[in-house]
């Protein structure tokens, strides 16, 4: 970015699928209802369809925002609390029990992924264990998972949860929430099919410390001299943007050495703040001929950008999208911190190369499959990775369709549980 803007950090992410956002100097006062609605004034997208209010008509500031924001293509404005919101993006951490969860086509509420230091994979659990009670109540289909059943999210908060682990055995677990170490890479392996050598890696969020786990993932495949390349990013609700550059030039930016990377685009009263953001080689880059992407509806916001920054170079290098659309989350955010809480409005508009954007209905696939939820990551039969795999070596889909999509997130609202994906 260009160094006379007064930010700290510029991040992208989502809720349910998340949003970009600047930081501006660390705050100095408590958020007030004023403050709230002068800066939407300024700063807000869609400033120019917000109702004529008065601040002090308000009791709280959420109704406010509520009454603010542009609900036609607005999903993501909200207020969180300051520690928290710094939590995630600066340390990549939030507190919780480390696993993620996602509803099945038979309405089953499976985990779909562990964080590495979740006291529950220590316990045994792993991707496909089925939930079937939280404190010994049963499970409702399509019941949204919240702290009106978890508790809040502090340190030393317990639950209980009955598992029906992958052989049908059942068992009760107790965790306690506590501060977990978002590890991005939930796996990564290098496949051989064909006779080609095929970098496969699971990328669950962009946060500042994910660049040392990249750094680290593409020397490997750097060494192993991959041929193919397939990043899963079917539960990846974005992160921050600078990341996001550095995964896309991890394997694109030779290719695409100053090419355009992504545009944002401000309301009229910021437009002198437009700019674009270039790719560029790093230490690490790697050169391929196509790249894979398997997503799903939590895929979003700095997932979405990076594959759609590609379309442009499609003559480069070939992108081929397996699984679900993906959630649609084209705009981005200018957070204003408080010393309580952070305002975090949708700001601008983001487009690639060609001025490609405004995809709120979400991003297809070239095929769509299922998330296969009772196979383990890099398994050749969980049914995304096994379609890729067979492109790969065939050159063609199988015509093997599964699709699934979840009428509604499993968990909602604006906490770090909805950004994480994850309790």
């Known amino acids: 970015m260009k160094s006379?803007?007064?930010?700290?950090?510029?991040?992208?992410?989502?809720?349910p699928g998340g949003w970009s956002c600047e930081v501006f100097n660390p705050p100095e006062s408590k958020m007030t209802n004023q403050a709230l609605l002068d800066y939407m004034r300024e700063w807000y997208l869609w400033y120019d369809s917000m109702p004529d209010v008065s601040a002090k008509n308000f009791s709280t500031q959420q109704d406010l925002l509520d009454t603010l924001i542009y609900k036609p293509l607005d999903r993501w404005s909200n207020i969180q609390k300051t520690s928290e919101y710094n939590y995630y993006y600066t340390k990549g951490i939030y507190i919780g029990h480390g696993i993620g969860l996602r509803w099945n086509s038979a309405d089953k509420l499976k985990v779909a992924f562990i964080f590495d230091n979740s006291d529950l994979k220590s316990s045994g659990v792993t991707r496909g264990w089925e939930v079937t009670a939280i404190n010994d109540n049963s499970i409702a289909?399509?019941?949204?998972?919240?702290?009106?059943?978890?508790?809040?999210?502090?340190?030393?908060?317990q639950n209980s949860f009955t598992f029906r682990d992958l052989s049908g055995t059942t068992q009760t677990l107790t965790s306690t929430k506590k501060i977990i170490d978002i590890n991005s890479v939930l796996y990564s392996d290098v496949i051989e099919v064909a006779g080609e050598k095929v970098g496969y890696f699971v990328f669950q969020s962009f946060t500042e410390a994910s660049k040392d786990e990249l750094t680290s993932l593409f020397s490997g495949f750097r060494n192993e001299d991959i041929d193919e390349l397939i990043i899963d990013l079917r539960y990846n609700a974005g992160g921050v943007i600078d990341v996001a550059n550095y995964l896309g030039n991890l394997f694109f930016g030779e290719v695409a050495f100053k090419g355009t990377f992504l545009k944002f685009v401000y309301n009229e009263k910021k437009s002198d703040r437009n700019v674009d953001i270039r790719f560029k080689t790093e230490i690490n880059t790697i050169?391929?001929?196509?790249?894979?992407?398997?997503?799903?509806?939590?895929?979003?916001?700095?997932?979405?950008?990076?594959?759609?920054s590609l379309k442009p170079y499609n003559d480069r290098i070939k992108m081929i999208i397996v699984g679900d659309t993906?959630?649609?989350?084209?705009?981005?955010?200018?957070a204003k911190q408080f010393t309580d809480y952070t305002l975090v409005p949708i700001t601008y508009y983001i487009y690639n190369r060609d001025n490609e954007g405004q995809y709120f209905n979400g991003l297809p696939p070239d095929f769509f499959v299922a998330d296969d939820l009772d196979a383990a990551f890099g398994s050749p039969e969980e049914?995304?990775?096994?379609?890729v795999l067979f492109y790969i070596e065939n050159?063609?889909?199988?015509?093997?369709?599964?699709?699934f999509t979840s009428p509604y997130p499993w968990r909602t609202g604006g906490g770090q549980a909805a950004l994480t994906g994850a309790i």
Do not use: H, Y
Request: with cysteine; net charge positive.
């Open 4 to 15: 006379r803007w007064p930010l700290i950090l510029m991040i992208i992410f989502l809720i």
């Open 141 to 157: 289909p399509r019941q949204v998972i919240d702290t009106s059943i978890l508790g809040p999210d502090k340190e030393g908060v």
């Open 287 to 308: 050169v391929i001929p196509r790249v894979f992407f398997i997503t799903t509806r939590s895929t979003a916001s700095a997932s979405e950008v990076l594959i759609n």
């Open 326 to 334: 993906t959630d649609g989350k084209p705009v981005g955010m200018i």
């Open 383 to 387: 049914d995304c990775l096994q379609e």
């Open 395 to 403: 050159g063609a889909f199988s015509g093997r369709r599964k699709v």
